[in-house]
Every structure is written in C-alpha cells, then in structure tokens.
C-alpha cells in the first residue's frame, strides 16, 4: 500500500535562517506531488506541484521554492525565512487522475 | 476559475445526531470530481468521502453520504449518528477530472459534536 511521510513535524526557525521541509511517498511511482500551506484559521493554498524528477510548477510567488531531486522525494525549501512564512504545510500526493492523499503535516513556527 | 463556498464556519451537533454540512462550487468543467477532507486537531487531512461528478448515485461511505446535485452545483455532506471523534474541520474540495487535478477548497466547517 502507498504511504507517505512527511519530516520534521515541527519546526522553529529564525527570521532569515534557511528551511528544508522533506516529502517521500512509497509504494508508487510517478506521483503528482504537492505542497500547500495553511495559515492559522485558514484554509489550504497550494504553493507548488510536480508532474515529474525535475518538473516545479510554482502557484504563487512567494518567498519559498520547491524541488524533486527523486521520483517520490518533494522538498520545500527557502534561503530566508519571513515570519509570514508561518504556518501549518502538507505534503500531498496522488496517481495521476485519482484522489489525492496528505501527509502528516509540519508546524512551521518562524520567530 | 474554480470556487468552492462552505457557508457555515461553525456548527455544531449532539452525540448520535444527524447534522448536514454545505458546501457548492462553481466550475464550467463537465469532468470532475468532488471530495470531503476532514482535518482533525491533529492537522492531518483525511479524505471522507468522494463524487465523481459523471455519477448520479450519491457517495456513501459508511455513517457519511452526500447530497450532490449537479445542477445546482451543490455538494453536501450528511453525517449520521454522529459521534465524538467526528469534531474537526471539514473542507469541502473540488478537482478537474485531468491527470493533473490539483484541488481547490473550501475555507472549511469547524463541526463539533458534543456529549
């Protein structure tokens, strides 16, 4: 069975320090993965997706970027931090054309 | 565009109750799909149940069902004998029937279910 996993589940940081949020899925191959944030009391915003290794389809320009160096690795990363950058991001996944399954979820608290 | 609308930000329900979450959409795609995602307080999305718009038989998954109608664009869900560990927000989400299919949410349902 696919599953997913998503690291670390909480994370402070310091305004301008730099951020690696990682995603592996198992148990399939060529995902769509996706990231999406959601703000407190908010709901979801998809900041990026992937069709493919190498493929990055960026939703909003913002402060963050996103990779996939591996068929199921997505990694979200930024060089500096804002304290906008708060926030609840997970990581998603899904066989192309069905349902789409979330990861756990990782606290980014930015001080 | 896509958009999904939950009017109602807060509800609430007795243990055993029934209790119907709203939700409509607007979309002029003809091939798609519609979902429940239930967030906890854990945080984690969990899917409830699922619409594939091209059926006219209504979703039902165990206590959950839905009240979908097509015309209308309205996608709601019914939560039979409900039960504690039902509290959590519920978003109501909406994709395109391609292979890309990213999903477009509502701004969610805090629903609590009380003793």
């Known amino acids: 069975s696919q599953t997913i996993h998503q690291w670390p589940a909480t994370l402070v940081q310091p305004v301008g320090s730099p951020l690696s949020l990682e995603c592996t899925v198992e148990?399939?191959?060529?995902?769509?993965l996706y990231w999406y944030r959601q703000a407190a009391g908010r709901g979801l915003q998809l900041l990026f997706y992937?069709?493919?290794?190498?493929?990055i389809s960026s939703e909003v320009p913002q402060n963050l970027s996103a990779s996939r160096p591996q068929d199921r690795q997505f990694i979200l990363s930024s060089k500096k931090l804002l304290l906008s950058d708060s926030g609840f991001y997970l990581c998603?996944?899904?066989?192309?054309?069905?349902?789409?399954?979330f990861g756990e979820g990782s606290w980014l608290t930015v001080v | 565009a896509q958009t999904v609308t939950q009017s109602q930000p807060e509800m609430s329900v007795q243990e055993a109750e029934t209790v119907t979450l709203s939700c409509t959409y607007d979309?002029?795609?003809?091939?798609?799909?519609l979902f429940w995602y239930k967030q906890p307080p854990s945080r984690q999305m969990i899917l409830v149940i699922r619409?594939?718009?091209?059926?006219?038989q209504n979703a039902t998954e165990n206590r959950f069902s839905v009240n979908f109608q097509k015309a209308a664009k309205s996608f709601s869900l019914k939560i039979s004998d409900s039960q504690l560990g039902d509290t959590a927000m519920y978003f109501c989400?909406?994709?395109?029937?391609?292979?890309?299919?990213?999903?477009?949410f509502g701004r969610g349902t805090q629903l609590t279910v009380w003793p």
């Open positions: 992937s069709v493919g290794i190498g493929q």
């Open positions: 989400a909406f994709r395109r029937g391609s292979t890309l299919g990213r999903l477009y």
């Open positions: 998603a996944w899904n066989e192309p054309g069905n349902t789409i399954y």
């Open positions: 619409q594939e718009a091209y059926k006219q």
């Open positions: 979309t002029s795609e003809s091939n798609y799909y």
């Open positions: 148990g399939t191959s060529n995902p769509n």
